[in-house]
């Protein structure tokens, strides 16, 4: 029996074999054990929208959007995503969005034991099982194949994704159970919403041929036909709507400049590159990665709140999002060594004791942990338990940055000091401080502090700069962790002979250089959190190397991506703004590039409407 979870974790299907085959018993129904689940799908799904021939006329660097009402396995999923990779064989840029909702997601291991059942869709499915994402509320967005299949997958309820989520499909394929057993999925005003997220041309298919559904379905402006069933079903229903004939939907950027070659701008750049459009990436700095982003070291963390709200939401979407994101380069800059999250002293204890009493996160993405096993986890001993977090670790991120940058569709300008951003001719003209010109179709600001200077509009943004100092530790003198280990401060691995340490948070020093004070501010704090760190006596901070950077923040610490707007609310023209990540651009900067690569590509968004808000630009000013 199926107990009710705390939030955020996903009430699971379950999984049960009968002869041998697959199948959940969430609603009494059999839904894998059709005879042959593939080519049913194949028949109704693929078939009767018509995909094989409208993949291939989707334009070069275009998309083709599918919505599906329930996941399940994925089976149907598969099955277009190995239609798609016949029709339009790598390098193609075109891009297949599939957006599917489930309300009862299967666990991992339920998952891959039912895939297997179907050995054709193999390659797919080893990689749609290596990127599933934990069953936690929210919206997942799964980049697969090189970034040419991008699955948004919502786990909640249908009615709540088709009022959150931003997306036009071109098919619609209507899954779940059959109305009798699950009116829920059929509703009137689940159909209605379905609309709203059609446009002329857009089909559909569905396994059912109920009177209702179809009537439903007509009323809402679909053309539907009764056409024969898959096997022994006489019927099945097949539609478009408002009649048309379309193919896809084409790219919408032609060149974007991105201001800021840090770890929001190259990542940015880096995502549309690779949906084919051209991006010119701009820095003051002689190369990427040379400001905020510019540390040897930097820990893949961010803290969750207690209360499972919008905020908390974002936050953990954003670092399942980046732990998934940063995989392709592990051993490159990306050091998955697992992270701790020390309860360094009572408040912190009750705060995560609380988190843990109000929340139920699957293991996969954090577990409790008491001061024993921490230890081991650390490999040095602590004093304390803590939070768990398997699947983080640690970047090089200037390293990231440079290697990020490198794409044939990124060209890059660096000591490009830019003076002025002005409208002209419906393009933006971006001036440097030298008399250099160069033109673009659309801008990103992601300019880190310098920001707020760039952006432009008269008023004042709620923007603000906050001092860094971290201090390296050399081996020599410290027993350094195999694990990040976060308290007030953060204390990583060693790496080419000594560990980032730090950093301290500066509200009001604009010193760009390391002092002594920041240092000492740094190793008393590692002493206090950390005894076991040293090996004796502490070194003379004057002996210790370090660095300084300057973070942008905003006034409620939340970041900014999105489209930039005037005091009046109107949008200032292809203009977006990518900043305030804080310390934590690491984590956030993964997911908010692709939600920004999608905006301004005009693709399926991977943020709901809730998360999307939190971002805005309009929260920069004061009225
Ligand atoms: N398309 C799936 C596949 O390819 O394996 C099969 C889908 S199965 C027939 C229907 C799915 O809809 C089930 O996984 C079920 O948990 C899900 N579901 C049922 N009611 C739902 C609701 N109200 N919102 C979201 N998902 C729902």
């Keep these: ?77 598969l099955a277009a995503w190995a239609e798609w990779s016949k029709q339009r064989p790598a390098p193609d840029n075109a891009i297949l969005h599939f957006v599917s909702v489930e309300r009862f997601p299967l666990r991992r291991q339920d998952l891959e034991k039912a895939l297997s059942y179907w050995p054709e869709l193999q390659p797919q499915a080893a990689e749609l099982i290596e990127s599933y994402p934990p069953l936690i509320k929210g919206t997942h967005r799964l980049v697969l194949a090189g970034g040419r299949v991008r699955l948004t997958l919502y786990f ?186 020390l309860a360094t002293d009572d408040q912190e204890a009750s705060r995560q004791q609380r988190f843990c009493d109000r929340n139920d996160y699957p293991e996969e993405l954090l577990e409790s942990v008491d001061a024993t096993r921490a230890s081991e986890l650390a490999g040095i001993p602590v004093n304390t338990g803590g939070l768990w977090f398997p699947g983080s670790g640690w970047l090089e991120p200037a390293q990231a940055c440079q290697q990020l940058a490198e794409h044939p569709m990124i060209e890059t300008r660096f000591g490009y000091q830019v003076a002025s951003l002005l409208p002209c001719n419906n393009q933006w003209c971006i001036r440097s401080h030298s008399g250099e010109d160069c033109r673009a179709d659309a801008v990103i600001i992601a300019g880190g502090h310098d920001s707020a200077a760039l952006v432009p509009v008269a008023d004042e943004l709620r923007l603000k700069s906050i001092r860094g100092q971290i201090t390296e530790l050399p081996e020599s003198d410290f027993n350094l962790p195999e694990a990040v280990i976060c308290g007030t401060k953060y204390l990583n691995p060693v790496h080419g002979g000594s560990a980032v340490t730090g950093a301290t948070f500066d509200l009001k020093d604009n010193t760009p250089h390391p002092t002594l004070a920041g240092h000492q501010e740094n190793l008393e704090e590692l002493q206090r959190t950390l005894p076991s760190v040293s090996k004796g006596g502490l070194p003379d901070p004057d002996q210790l190397k370090g660095r300084v950077a300057f973070r942008c923040t905003t006034h409620d610490y939340l970041p900014v991506a999105g489209i930039m707007l005037d005091t009046e609310g109107n949008h200032l023209e292809d203009l977006y703004l990518l900043t305030g990540l804080g310390s934590k651009g690491l984590v956030w900067a993964p997911l908010l590039a692709e939600y920004l690569g999608d905006v301004i590509s005009g693709q399926p968004h991977c943020l709901p409407m809730p998360l999307k808000k939190r971002l805005e630009t309009r929260r920069l000013y004061r009225n």
């Excluded at 009022?163 to 619609?172: C, E, G, N, Q, S």
């Excluded at 379905?217 to 898959?230: S, T, Y």
């Excluded at 880096?270 to 051209?278: K, M, P, Q, S």
């Design 156 to 341: 909640g309820d249908i009615l709540d994704a088709w009022k959150d989520l931003t997306f036009t499909a071109d098919a619609w394929f209507l899954d779940g159970f059959a109305p009798s057993l699950n009116p829920g999925m059929w509703l009137d005003d689940a159909i209605s919403l379905i609309t709203g997220h059609s446009k002329p041309g857009t089909t559909l298919a569905t396994f059912t041929a109920v009177g209702r559904v179809r009537r439903s379905l007509a009323d809402a402006g679909f053309e539907i036909a009764k056409v024969p069933g898959f096997g022994r079903k006489r019927e099945m229903l097949a539609g478009v709507y408002a009649s048309g004939k379309v193919s896809g939907q084409p790219q919408r950027a032609g060149i974007v400049a991105i201001i800021g070659a840090g770890i929001a701008g190259t990542l940015l750049a880096r995502n549309l590159a690779d949906r084919g459009t051209r991006v010119l990436l701009l820095d003051q700095a002689p190369h990427a990665g040379s400001a905020a982003s510019g540390n040897p070291q930097g820990a893949l963390y961010v803290k969750l709140g207690v209360e499972y709200n919008t905020q908390t939401e974002l936050a953990a979407t954003a670092l399942s999002f980046s732990q998934r994101f940063y995989r392709p380069w592990q051993n490159q800059f990306w050091h998955p060594t697992g992270l701790l999250q």
């Design 1 to 77: 029996m199926l107990s009710p979870c705390l939030p955020p974790a996903m009430e699971p299907a379950e999984l049960v074999w009968r002869d041998g085959v697959p199948e959940s018993t969430r609603f009494g129904d059999v839904y894998f054990s059709r005879d042959n689940g593939l080519a049913e799908t194949r028949y109704v799904f693929i078939g009767h929208n018509e995909l094989p021939d409208r993949f291939r006329q989707v334009p070069e660097t275009g998309h083709f959007v599918i919505a599906e009402t329930g996941f399940g396995t994925g089976l149907n999923f």
